[in-house]
């Protein structure tokens, strides 16, 4: 295209005939499971040049894992956020993490 030209959506097409609305659905049905009932692991990533421990996927309440999430920072004396169903905790907390998890009667994928 050159410089000034408009660009014509309308050739060819006709937008009044057959086009509806299209609905965005949630294809994410996210069922509220019990602590024993969660399988975790384990995610290690970089970003950014720093290590970041992953640990999920929860399937609790927004509250309820925002709550757990506060507990293990304040235990583990680091950052996080809970991000998608993962909670994200700055540097390689995994050996510290998982005995505080399991103690919450979380279970762990072998």
Same mark, same amino acid.
């Given at each position: 295209?050159?410089?000034? @030209? @408009?660009?014509?959506? %309308?050739?060819?097409? %006709?937008?009044?005939?057959?086009?509806? &609305?299209?609905? /965005?659905? %949630?294809?994410?049905?996210?069922?509220?499971?019990?602590?024993q009932e969660h399988k $975790?692991?384990? =995610?290690? +990533?970089?970003?950014?040049?720093?290590?970041?421990?992953?640990?999920? +996927?929860?399937f609790l309440e927004k509250? /309820?894992?925002? =709550?757990?999430?506060?507990?293990?920072?304040?235990? &583990?004396?680091?950052?996080? %956020?809970?991000?998608?169903?993962?909670? +994200? #905790?700055?540097?390689?907390?995994?050996?510290r993490l998982k005995p &505080? $998890? $399991?103690?919450?009667?979380?279970? #762990?994928?072998?």
């Amino acid at each position: 295209m050159s410089r000034g @030209k @408009k660009l014509d959506l %309308s050739i060819g097409a %006709s937008f009044d005939d057959d086009w509806a &609305l299209v609905e /965005e659905r %949630s294809n994410q049905t996210q069922k509220l499971l019990q602590p024993q009932e969660h399988k $975790l692991v384990f =995610k290690r +990533e970089k970003r950014r040049g720093k290590v970041v421990t992953l640990v999920g +996927e929860f399937f609790l309440e927004k509250k /309820e894992a925002q =709550k757990l999430l506060k507990r293990l920072k304040t235990s &583990l004396a680091c950052g996080g %956020s809970f991000k998608e169903g993962w909670m +994200e #905790f700055q540097g390689e907390v995994q050996e510290r993490l998982k005995p &505080l $998890l $399991l103690d919450a009667n979380y279970r #762990f994928k072998h």
